[in-house]
């Protein structure tokens, strides 16, 4: 029997993030957009960047300021089956909000490689 993902974790710069259980690596690449024209389908492409989405838990030790202001780092996405995917001069998409739901979007972008 094989084991699916359940769980990640987040490291940035070495240092765990608490986020949920849960998190979405697209490791980006390319879009491919259908067209038909004259009977015939064709597609045109484009560039999608990498991104990591998440949800910060915010605790007395969680820093949105500084969640919001990351530039160049280097974020470890580690799911529980073992795979590891590495974001090189990851950075921070969208200002990190703290409100009372004790969770925020952690919403990161950057350049991946598997481990």
């Given at each position: 029997m094989?084991?699916?993902t359940g769980?990640v974790?987040?490291?940035?710069?070495?240092k765990v993030?608490?986020?949920?259980?849960k998190?979405?690596?697209?490791p980006g690449?390319v879009?491919?957009?259908p067209?038909?024209?004259?009977?015939?389908?064709?597609?045109s492409?484009?560039?999608?960047?990498?991104?990591?989405?998440t949800?910060a838990?915010?605790?007395k030790?969680?820093?949105?300021?500084?969640?919001?202001?990351?530039?160049?780092?280097t974020?470890?996405f580690?799911a529980?089956?073992?795979?590891?995917?590495m974001?090189?001069?990851?950075f921070?998409?969208?200002?990190?909000?703290h409100?009372a739901?004790?969770?925020?979007p952690?919403?990161?972008?950057?350049t991946?490689?598997?481990?």
């Amino acid at each position: 029997m094989s084991q699916i993902t359940g769980k990640v974790s987040i490291r940035i710069d070495g240092k765990v993030i608490a986020t949920e259980n849960k998190a979405v690596l697209n490791p980006g690449g390319v879009s491919r957009n259908p067209e038909a024209h004259g009977g015939k389908t064709y597609y045109s492409e484009e560039d999608v960047p990498a991104t990591i989405e998440t949800q910060a838990l915010i605790t007395k030790d969680t820093d949105v300021i500084e969640l919001s202001g990351i530039t160049g780092a280097t974020v470890i996405f580690q799911a529980d089956t073992g795979q590891k995917y590495m974001m090189r001069d990851a950075f921070t998409t969208e200002p990190v909000v703290h409100d009372a739901s004790g969770k925020a979007p952690l919403k990161m972008a950057g350049t991946v490689e598997r481990m």
